[in-house]
T-cell receptor, first 116, second 112 residues
Framework: ETGVTQTPRHLVMGMTNKKSLKCEQHLGHNAMYWYKQSAKKPLELMFVYSLEERVENNSVPSRFSPECPNSSHLFLHLHTLQPEDSALYLC???????????????FGPGTRLTVT | AQKVTQAQTEISVVEKEDVTLDCVYETRDTTYYLFWYKQPPSGELVFLIRRNSFDEQNEISGRYSWNFQKSTSSFNFTITASQVVDSAVYFCALVNNNDMRFGAGTRLTVKP
């Protein structure tokens, strides 16, 4: 059973709605990540948090707002999304962000988001 | 810029066949790490292997084996005697200094 959980598993929202995706890891890891997985496109890294501090923001539109209140929880707040934002949003965690060797990541099952 | 190419979008084999998934990468760095992940229908990616750029030794783990060749910038993955449970999308990834690039993935279908 995965140590990373995501809720909700499915979400349908209108372009004017505000919603949040939640991720929780039970592995004692220090780093957490948000990815976007669109059909037939490579997995896109959106945000990286290490010890609750954002260390990476890959030119993600401001309509996506991450929050990491502690090392076990990660949120992705959504507002005024576009239909092209429909995708599978994956959360992952890893033991840390070593400057040298990157750790393997542990992924959650994802939230399937549909923007109508 | 770093880039990962998985040219095979979909592969279909019959159970017990061997299958190789290709991964070609581009980077200007001399230190980097390569990963393979499996994404079953349930959605979560599962870590399979990590290699660093200084270790070209091939690795075998049960029915899985990996062939890392820096000369051709490739990190190919072979499944021997495939099984239905191997059906999934497989991703190759290149990581360096928190810059993570995934390939588009190869969907493998193993038919009974």
């Amino acid at each position: 059973e995965t140590g990373v959980t995501q809720t909700p598993r499915h979400l349908v929202m209108g372009m004017t709605n505000k919603k949040s995706l939640k991720c929780e890891q039970h592995l004692g890891h220090n780093a957490m990540y948000w990815y976007k997985q669109s059909a037939k496109k490579p997995l896109e890294l959106m945000f990286v948090y290490s010890l609750e501090e954002r260390v990476e923001n890959n030119s993600v539109p401001s309509r996506f707002s991450p929050e990491c209140p502690n090392s076990s929880h990660l949120f992705l707040h959504l507002h005024t999304l576009q239909p092209e934002d429909s995708a599978l949003y994956l959360c992952a965690s890893s033991p840390g962000l070593a400057g040298g060797a990157p750790y393997e990541q542990y992924f959650g099952p994802g939230t399937r988001l549909t923007v109508t | 810029a770093q880039k990962v190419t998985q040219a095979q979008t979909e592969i279909s084999v019959v159970e017990k066949e061997d299958v190789t998934l290709d991964c070609v990468y581009e980077t200007r760095d001399t230190t980097y790490y390569l990963f393979w992940y499996k994404q079953p229908p349930s959605g979560e990616l599962v870590f399979l292997i990590r290699r660093n750029s200084f270790d070209e030794q091939n690795e075998i783990s049960g029915r899985y084996s990996w062939n890392f060749q820096k000369s051709t910038s490739s990190f190919n993955f072979t499944i021997t005697a495939s099984q239905v449970v191997d059906s999934a999308v497989y991703f190759c990834a290149l990581v360096n200094n928190n810059d993570m690039r995934f390939g588009a993935g190869t969907r493998l279908t193993v038919k009974p």
